[in-house]
């Protein structure tokens, strides 16, 4: 009988032994596990941030570059075209005074490529540098981007906020969606070949939406990213909204054409925010 009650007593202790060992066993699994998927969440983080600093690093030195270029084309080939300019004036004066109306054309003629050329380098300027947006802000960039377009294309643009002022944002986040709207713009008229395109701009205390639809040919965007087709604006385009935490839908509207809505979440502006460099000046100027 005592043999037999020392028995039981021997199994159940073995029986908790083995369910704690059991227990230990599981619960260290599971530790390991949570531990592992927390170092690969750590690592994925790290690699996101480091895949975004990249980018980051990338377009500011794509905007340095682009500064550049528009210094030197204003500095040095709008003074020498501008010096041109006057020769030509004076040498006008002298042909004048020759009467011969062969030579009076050829230097009209010469005159006015060089009025044309300096027009170009200043449009080019411009567009480099959208000098525009860091003195007045998005809105006023946005329209001043097309009244241009619109001097030089057969196109009907229409542009409409549900602000009448668009308060002003850091200048990381007003410059992407400046270049993300330059670039759905260049795109509906390069290859939608459309006649009409509506530029719209929302803003309320957490995100900025900006739409762009056109009344073109369309295009299917699961396709082109199915097939690999997207392009550099396309790319460039997600490239900017995945600095600034941003998302981009594409939709075909029933009427035809097709509308791109990009949406970013208002950032901070810092309260000690650097003054904005000019494009034409190496040092910094009151706006």
Not at 49 to 70: C, G, H, K, M, P
Not at 139 to 157: P, Q, R, S
Not at 195 to 203: A, G, H, P, T
Not at 214 to 241: C, H, M, Q, T, W
Request: net charge negative; glycine share 4%.
């Amino acid at each position: 009988m005592q043999n037999s009650e020392e028995l039981k007593w021997a199994l159940l202790i073995a029986s908790l032994a083995m369910l704690t060992m059991a227990f230990c066993m599981i619960s260290f699994v599971m530790y390991y596990q949570k531990r592992r998927f927390e170092e690969e969440k750590k690592i994925n983080d790290i690699e996101k941030n480091y895949n975004r600093l990249l980018l980051d690093t990338a377009l500011n030195s794509e905007e340095t570059e682009r500064r550049r270029i528009a210094q030197d084309l204003h500095d040095d080939i709008g003074t020498m075209l501008s010096l041109t300019k006057l020769s030509l004036n004076q040498l006008n004066k002298l042909v004048s005074k020759i009467g011969d109306d062969k030579q009076d054309l050829i230097m009209k003629k010469s005159q006015s490529l060089v009025e044309e050329t300096i027009l170009h380098v200043r449009r080019i300027t411009r567009d480099l540098v959208p000098t525009t947006l860091e003195r007045f802000g998005l809105m006023e960039a946005i329209e001043e981007f097309i009244n241009k377009l619109e001097e030089d294309n057969n196109l009907v643009i229409s542009f409409h906020s549900n602000t009448e002022e668009f308060p002003r944002q850091g200048q990381k986040l007003e410059l992407t969606l400046y270049r993300i709207m330059q670039e759905l713009v260049n795109n509906a008229i390069k290859h939608a070949s459309c006649s009409k395109i509506d530029i719209s701009l929302e803003v309320d205390d957490q995100f900025i939406g900006l739409r762009v639809t056109d009344n073109g040919v369309g295009f299917d965007p699961e396709k082109i990213k199915e097939n690999n087709l997207a392009g550099l604006g396309l790319l460039g385009i997600e490239s900017r909204l995945s600095i600034v935490n941003g998302t981009m839908q594409y939709e075909r509207p029933s009427s035809g054409g097709s509308s791109a809505f990009a949406q970013i979440p208002v950032m901070p502006i810092p309260e000690n925010k650097p003054e904005p460099l000019h494009p034409f000046r190496r040092e910094r100027v009151n706006i």
